[in-house]
């Protein structure tokens, strides 16, 4: 088993570690303050192709793999956990499931724009009623003629409020169940009856706009209906699977930033006449979180190249995005601790990174799901 990159996955993780360091690095604590949506460094990451990376190049992407988006998406949360959590919805959640079930006809209206950044988009499945009992949602699309007509509520719903396009869930078929959901492209810029109503403030990642979307009436014409009525469950699931590798790569890059934060902290404050790195407490500390990083590394690398391969990544996601999750929480939180007083205050990044941090064990189903995924998937 060869645990080297690719050269090109490695020179595009390299060249994106770069731009990070120099664009977003900069400003990653003050976006935050700001509670600030960045435009400037996605129109960049456009620049540098990178707004779709696993979408095939005939739809304007860059035609790289899960792998290579993991690499990218750990990158941007190395340094700002609100940009990379924006880019993977962008990416997993908006796009790919376009290229995944779209026609070719839906993939050049909705998916080119997307894949080349002209704008971001966004992927519409929780409700205030529904959060990890997602199925159980009380959106509507009916039929009428030949358009759908969409009725209401999303929450906490990524990049709603700066989106091109939404991918919203809706019940076409209230007796069907599972096989009654369906999924809808829509126009937030355009169709009449889309509103954001709240744009949250959150404990961390505020830079990401996370909101609530109303649906009144809105129309949509036939074209709008992403695969065939009554799949939208079966591409969620799909959705998911990819997702959750996103999310665990995240997780990865927030947990690489925290520590690399703690160690060189740690090699330069010096207490009784050393740094704190030479004693003990603290050495282990920066051991162990080296350890929970390396550790949700490999999980979150192993599910991506398996979905590469084509390989069924249930377990395997849920397992990576679990452990990542957890680790990235651990770790900022020990990376706080070293800094000690410091790592309270907004001048070193380890805060940051713990807030950012605690939405991972939440977002793309929480760590209790994901246990009863695993359980499932190991016939428990």
Not at 12 to 27: D, G, S, T, W
Request: hydrophobic letters at 35%; charged letters at 30%.
């Amino acid at each position: 088993m060869n645990f080297d990159l690719p050269a090109e996955h490695a020179m595009v993780k390299n060249q994106v570690r770069e731009f990070c360091e120099e664009e977003i690095a900069p400003l990653a604590q003050e976006i935050e303050d700001e509670h600030r949506f960045p435009e400037e460094p996605f129109d960049q990451l456009a620049d540098l192709d990178m707004l779709g990376v696993p979408v095939d190049e005939e739809w304007g992407g860059l035609g790289g793999d899960q792998l290579m988006y993991a690499l990218v998406t750990e990158e941007l949360g190395r340094v700002s956990g609100g940009i990379g959590l924006s880019y993977a919805a962008h990416v997993s959640l908006a796009s790919k499931p376009i290229e995944l079930f779209g026609t070719d006809e839906q993939k050049e209206r909705w998916l080119r724009p997307l894949a080349e950044g002209e704008y971001l988009g966004s992927w519409a499945l929780t409700e205030p009623g529904s959060g990890s009992d997602a199925s159980s949602m009380e959106t509507t699309a009916r039929k009428e003629g030949d358009e759908w007509v969409l009725n209401g509520t999303k929450q906490f719903i990524t990049n709603a409020n700066v989106a091109g396009s939404v991918l919203v869930k809706a019940v076409t078929d209230p007796d069907a169940g599972y096989d009654g959901i369906s999924t809808f492209i829509v126009d937030p810029r355009n169709d009449d009856g889309f509103e954001v109503t709240t744009v949250w403030d959150k404990m961390g990642l505020n830079c990401s706009p996370t909101c609530e979307i109303q649906f009144d009436d809105v129309r949509l014409p036939a074209d709008r209906l992403l695969g065939e009525e009554g799949e939208g469950w079966t591409q969620t699931k799909k959705t998911l699977d990819g997702g959750r590798v996103s999310i665990a790569a995240l997780s990865v890059g927030l947990a690489q930033g925290a520590f690399e934060a703690a160690k060189e902290y740690a090699g330069e404050r010096e207490q009784f006449g050393q740094p704190i790195a030479k004693f003990d407490a603290i050495r282990d500390k920066i051991v162990g979180m080296h350890r929970k990083t390396e550790r949700a590394r490999l999980l979150t690398h192993r599910a991506a190249t398996l979905y590469d391969e084509g390989e069924s990544i249930t377990r395997e996601s849920a397992l990576a995005k679990l452990d990542a999750s957890e680790a990235a929480r651990e770790v900022a939180e020990d990376a706080v601790q070293t800094l000690g007083g410091y790592g309270y205050t907004t001048d070193f990044a380890p805060q940051r990174f713990y807030r950012d941090a605690k939405l991972m064990e939440i977002g793309e189903g929480t760590s209790e799901i994901q246990h009863v995924v695993i359980g499932r998937e190991l016939g428990l």
